[in-house]
């Protein structure tokens, strides 16, 4: 059926080699914006029904955009659909255990493929699958291989996998711990000071440690220091969604820590001084003024924690690693510097990483081997996301361009919710005749909507990978959108409030 298909389309177009379409067809996939050749359309939507006349896959492969992004909002749903299949085999086969021999137990196909799916750090790499087969089908197979191969690149998908494998190793979690827990000490050394500490200043240090490790870091360390305590379930997500925000806004102090600013420093000459001066500024002061608001929500929670907390580390003591060797530190933070240093060639990344490897074989009874489970899967989250973002500039471009100051503003929060943020921004680059104004308005937006879904911001994967443990089902679209609206109000006011 594919070869069918194929030479079907390959006939339509050497039937239309005098015409437009055949120009089209050699420009490869996605089709550029200007080759839609469009602006005399007026409205928006008489220039995405001309896009989709052009090229059916737009609408194609934009449907399956929003199925992924429905499909994330049900994960939840489906891990814990795995759980009941599984829970009940398992008593299947304890009740049929005395009739038959005495065997593993086996996998249940069903709850593995369940799993799976309610895995949101997969779910955009398993729609990617329909995706590229309708292209192979719409298109032909050479198409979609070389659109894979030589179109869409993965080097944030990569750094984002070594950056995460590092900063997760025992060493460098010793050395941030040791300096967070300076803070955390002159604040009490309390789960509350552990915990305003993490949400705090440590999004900030994202923008000297990039975005990535500083979620990988605050994420452990949450985990050891206050998740352990189990707060409630209304606290659990004010947290998650306050370190997902603050993460995005608090790498904003360079120009190259944070995914968003990184997709559009080098084209619009945004150097750090120009980020610490038009965004640093307003960053810090929305961390902090969102922390102390949630500090102040949940203030009578934190004094049952802190109590609690006492009987908890008199009972199982303390989680604190073993003292970990100078020169193992020193190692492994050079191979951090390296991979964020060279963050933007995955050869250079992956080269650092298959030494640092070594490093760590070498030094192995100095530290942990190398856990490579969420990298992994984020990783996998980000390609999945890059490959389906390659194919949703014919609408997200022409939409951008039509919008003034306030409603781009909203409309890059909004977008930013339903897609990486760092791919709003990357599509704004694109666009010719951007005012400075509006350069910065659509930055802004996206970094102000990073915290609202797991999608918004390239770290956030990955501190779901690391949290999810804690929330009962994994952690719900839902409800962490809505404890993300505090912080997006301030991000709001500080952001564009105060312009």
């Not at 996605?30 to 995405?48: C, I, K, M, R, T």
């Not at 499909?71 to 299949?85: C, D, I, Y």
């Not at 305003?196 to 490790?213: D, K, Q």
């Amino acid at each position: 059926m594919i070869r069918i298909a194929s030479e079907y389309t390959s006939g339509l177009f050497a039937l239309a080699a005098e015409g437009p379409l055949h120009a089209l067809a050699e420009m490869g996939l996605p089709l550029p914006v200007s080759a839609y050749d469009d602006g005399h359309f007026q409205s928006l939507v008489e220039v995405l029904r001309h896009r989709v006349q052009i090229e059916p896959l737009n609408l194609f492969a934009t449907a399956l955009f929003f199925l992924a992004i429905i499909h994330t909002f049900f994960a939840p749903m489906l891990l814990r659909w795995a759980r009941r299949v599984e829970e009940g085999r398992h008593l299947r086969w304890l009740a049929e255990r005395d009739l038959t021999s005495h065997r593993d137990e086996p996998a249940s196909f069903l709850a593995v493929t369940l799993h799976y799916l309610g895995e949101i750090e997969a779910v955009f790499g398993v729609w990617a699958i329909p995706l590229m087969v309708g292209v192979a089908i719409m298109k032909s197979p050479a198409e979609a291989t070389y659109f894979l191969e030589k179109t869409v690149h993965f080097n944030e998908a990569v750094f984002v996998v070594v950056v995460m494998a590092i900063a997760s190793t025992q060493p460098v979690l010793y050395l941030a711990e040791r300096v967070l827990s300076f803070v955390a000490s002159a604040l009490g050394g309390s789960p509350v000071a552990w915990w305003f500490t993490l949400v705090s200043v440590g999004p900030v240090l994202g923008s000297l440690i990039t975005e990535p490790a500083a979620m990988t870091i605050c994420a452990i360390l949450l985990a050891q220091h206050f998740f352990r305590y189990r707060p409630s379930s209304k606290l659990s997500y004010a947290t998650c969604a306050l370190l997902f925000s603050n993460i995005s806004i608090g790498g904003v102090c360079t120009h190259f820590a944070a995914p968003p600013v990184i997709m559009v420093s080098s084209v619009w000459s945004w150097d750090t001084r120009y980020m610490f001066f038009t965004f640093g500024w307003r960053a810090l002061c929305s961390v902090v003024v969102s922390t102390l608001l949630y500090f102040f929500m949940f203030r009578r929670e934190f004094r049952t924690l802190a109590e609690q907390s006492e009987a908890i580390d008199l009972r199982v003591g303390h989680l604190h690693e073993r003292p970990v060797s100078l020169f193992v530190i020193l190692g492994n933070v050079v191979f951090l510097v390296w991979t964020v240093a060279h963050a933007d060639s995955s050869r250079l990344v992956i080269m650092g990483f298959l030494f640092f490897l070594a490093f760590v074989d070498a030094t192995r009874h100095f530290q942990r081997s190398v856990s490579l489970r969420a990298p992994l899967l984020v990783g996998f989250f980000l390609a999945g996301l890059v490959i389906h973002g390659e194919f949703q500039a014919w609408w997200i471009e022409p939409l951008l361009t039509r919008l003034d100051e306030l409603t781009l503003f909203t409309s890059s929060i909004a977008l930013s919710a339903f897609n990486d943020n760092a791919s709003i921004t990357y599509l704004a680059s694109l666009v010719p005749h951007f005012s400075d104004e509006l350069k910065y308005t659509v930055v802004a937006g996206a970094l102000a909507g990073g915290g609202l879904t797991i999608i918004a911001n390239a770290p956030n994967p990955a501190g779901n990978a690391l949290l999810s443990r804690f929330f009962d089902g994994g952690v719900s679209p839902m409800k962490l959108l809505i404890a993300a609206l505090v912080p997006l109000i301030v991000n709001i006011f500080f952001f564009f409030g105060l312009r």
